[in-house]
């Protein structure tokens, strides 16, 4: 198993990962080259082929990991757990200390990840994107 930074070229894979889930919220391709553009980073585990990815964005010392996605026919072995590492250790290397994540709060599968991991929660977040949203805002020091 190989964790890179994607580029450009795997845009197509970041879409096909996110399209196959399980969670049906695939993320759409001009906004991944935006988002590229803009600085964020999109970290893609390849086994060999593409099967996980990770997004993070920054803000003066803090990260937000926006989405983690691994195939469903991959998922419980680890592999969430080995990109979530990766994504700590590079965001420690840019002087991160704080990595955020929002959840929905019906994605029991994804807070069990989240807490799992070391997160913490620090409040629901209602209407976050769309009208009758509901998140936990968590937060994991690194
Ligand atoms: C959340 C998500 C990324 C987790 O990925 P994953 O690869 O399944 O994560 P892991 O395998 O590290 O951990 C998941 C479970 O597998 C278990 N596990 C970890 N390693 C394992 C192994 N070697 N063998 C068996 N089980 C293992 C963990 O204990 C954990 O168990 P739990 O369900 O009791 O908590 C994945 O479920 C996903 O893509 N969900 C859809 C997208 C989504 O909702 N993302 C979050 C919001 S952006």
């Given at each position: 198993?190989?964790?890179?930074?994607a580029?450009?070229k795997d845009?197509k894979?970041?879409?096909?990962?996110?399209?196959n889930d399980?969670?049906?919220?695939?993320l759409n391709?001009?906004?991944?080259?935006?988002?590229l553009?803009?600085?964020?980073?999109?970290f893609?585990?390849c086994?060999?082929?593409p099967?996980g990815i990770?997004?993070?964005?920054f803000?003066?010392?803090?990260?937000?990991?926006?989405?983690?996605?691994v195939k469903?026919?991959f998922?419980?072995?680890g592999?969430?757990?080995a990109?979530?590492e990766?994504?700590e250790k590079?965001?420690?290397?840019?002087?991160k200390?704080?990595?955020y994540?929002?959840?929905?709060t019906?994605?029991?599968k994804?807070?069990?990840f989240?807490y799992?991991n070391?997160?913490?929660?620090i409040?629901?977040?209602?209407?976050?994107?769309?009208k009758?949203d509901k998140?936990?805002?968590?937060?994991k020091?690194?």
């Amino acid at each position: 198993m190989q964790i890179k930074l994607a580029t450009k070229k795997d845009i197509k894979s970041i879409v096909d990962i996110t399209k196959n889930d399980g969670s049906n919220r695939p993320l759409n391709p001009k906004n991944i080259e935006n988002y590229l553009l803009k600085g964020d980073m999109y970290f893609l585990v390849c086994n060999p082929l593409p099967i996980g990815i990770a997004k993070l964005a920054f803000n003066k010392d803090e990260a937000e990991l926006f989405v983690i996605s691994v195939k469903k026919k991959f998922q419980n072995s680890g592999i969430g757990k080995a990109l979530l590492e990766y994504v700590e250790k590079e965001s420690i290397k840019l002087n991160k200390r704080k990595l955020y994540a929002h959840v929905t709060t019906d994605n029991r599968k994804a807070i069990r990840f989240y807490y799992k991991n070391g997160f913490k929660k620090i409040c629901y977040v209602d209407n976050l994107y769309k009208k009758g949203d509901k998140y936990i805002k968590l937060v994991k020091l690194l």
